[in-house]
């Protein structure tokens, strides 16, 4: 849902303040209380925001959101991320991809770039590179297919992918913290370990949105990541970040 400047101005108060009276919100905003109600129905119906007596929350998320959502999330970032990312990748490249709607960016980025062999958990990546324009080496493991984000996902298939030593390695998680990299799935946190110390550079796609959110499993510190590509990082993680190599990638703005 499109949110509108008054429900984005509710949100930053929220963000702020963790919670917040009804009342306290109407004079912020200088509007009726009825007013904030209906705002704070839209909100409670997509999730963002959980209702209280006399007052609202924000929702504390418990998974992360659905894939085909998340695939519309954050886009224009997440096409700079991924331009900025493939303009590193070598022709000739080994590259792993995870099964993140940052890496489904990013093989469009690399889509029509000279030959590579790219390995993948992800059949909507492998549609994307299925083209006949591409002439891209694709394999993909072994492994039951989980239908929610059309992943290969089982021990067969993390076995299998730790044969390889791909020259990259390009994934991306729910949250960036002080204490490191964390997702909510222990499938993927479980193959990104796996594969982190595998591959000869690892790449973090991640957009400004994730950092200083929790997860629910610790997949690496940030001193396993070799490069960081995203739009913005908070002045707070600056000394956290300091053995990465940091890319910067422009979001044109809307």
Not at 6 to 27: C, M, N, V, Y
Not at 51 to 77: N, Y
Not at 149 to 163: K, N, P, Q, V
Not at 186 to 204: G, H, N, S, V
Request: hydrophobic share 40%.
């Amino acid at each position: 849902m499109t949110k509108t400047p008054r429900q984005k101005q509710i949100l930053s108060l929220l963000e702020e303040r963790g919670k917040a009276a009804i009342t306290f919100l109407a004079e912020q905003l200088e509007v009726s209380d009825e007013t904030i109600r209906r705002d704070l129905k839209l909100l409670s119906e997509e999730g963002t925001v959980e209702k209280f007596h006399g007052g609202v929350r924000l929702s504390v998320p418990r998974s992360e959101p659905p894939f085909e959502r998340r695939l519309r999330d954050a886009t224009s970032a997440k096409a700079a991320i991924a331009e900025r990312a493939a303009a590193r990748i070598p022709g000739g490249a080994t590259i792993m991809l995870d099964n993140s709607s940052s890496a489904c960016f990013l093989a469009r980025a690399l889509l029509h770039r000279e030959p590579m062999t790219i390995l993948t958990i992800s059949l909507e990546i492998a549609a994307i590179l299925q083209t006949a324009n591409s002439h891209h080496r694709l394999i993909l493991p072994p492994g039951e297919l989980r239908m929610s984000d059309r992943t290969l996902a089982s021990s067969s298939t993390i076995d299998f992918l730790s044969r390889f030593t791909p020259s990259h390695f390009a994934f991306s998680v729910v949250a960036g913290s002080a204490r490191g990299c964390s997702d909510f799935d222990m499938f993927e946190a479980d193959f990104k370990r796996a594969i982190i110390p595998q591959a000869d550079e690892t790449i973090l796609l991640i957009d400004s949105g994730k950092f200083g959110k929790s997860g629910l499993i610790h997949v690496c510190d940030w001193s396993e990541i070799d490069v960081l590509v995203t739009d913005s990082v908070p002045t707070e993680l600056h000394g956290h970040i300091e053995n990465s190599h940091l890319l910067i990638a422009g979001v044109p703005s809307s």
